[in-house]
């Protein structure tokens, strides 16, 4: 049988894999909304007659898919998680997946980083870690 601590360690775990899989999510996201094209197509009418078709172009489109699925897949993992950890601790740390995709979007995507990107994020880590930090005492 698992320790409480343990579990929370391992509930801890899942959730930092539900934000890389979310910041996978959005690069791949980005990526396929870049080989989209055109949804609506103003000669056919309105878009509501041109769902099938949208549907499709998003479902064929591997990126776009990709993500939504990663999505799904953090989704999952992060109910798991919830079943081995407190829900106040667990949720802010999908905060550091603004950490994980502003660093992507560096790295892979050229965007840039100025001082107040940078100062935003490390308030995001302080925050995360402050909030995570589990208190033996109660308040």
């Keep these: 049988m698992s320790s409480p601590k343990r579990n929370r360690v391992k509930a801890n775990f899942m959730v930092v894999g539900c934000t890389i899989l979310g910041a996978a999510a959005q690069m791949l996201i980005k990526r396929g909304t870049a080989q989209l094209g055109q949804l609506v197509d103003p000669a ?4 509501l007659v041109q769902v099938p078709q949208i549907a499709w172009k998003i479902a064929s489109n591997v990126p776009l898919f990709g993500g939504l699925a990663c ?3 953090s989704t999952m993992l992060l109910v798991l998680a919830l079943r081995y950890g407190e829900l106040s601790v667990l949720y ?3 905060a550091l997946t603004y950490v994980w995709v502003s660093i ?3 790295t892979m ?3 840039s980083l100025n001082v107040f990107k940078i100062l935003g994020l ?4 302080l925050g995360v870690a402050v909030l995570g930090r589990k208190d033996s005492k109660a308040v």
């Design 44 to 47: 056919l009418g309105s878009a």
């Design 92 to 94: 802010p740390i999908i």
């Design 71 to 73: 999505y799904g897949f």
């Design 109 to 111: 995507l050229g965007e």
């Design 104 to 106: 992507l979007s560096v």
């Design 122 to 125: 490390a308030l995001i880590v």
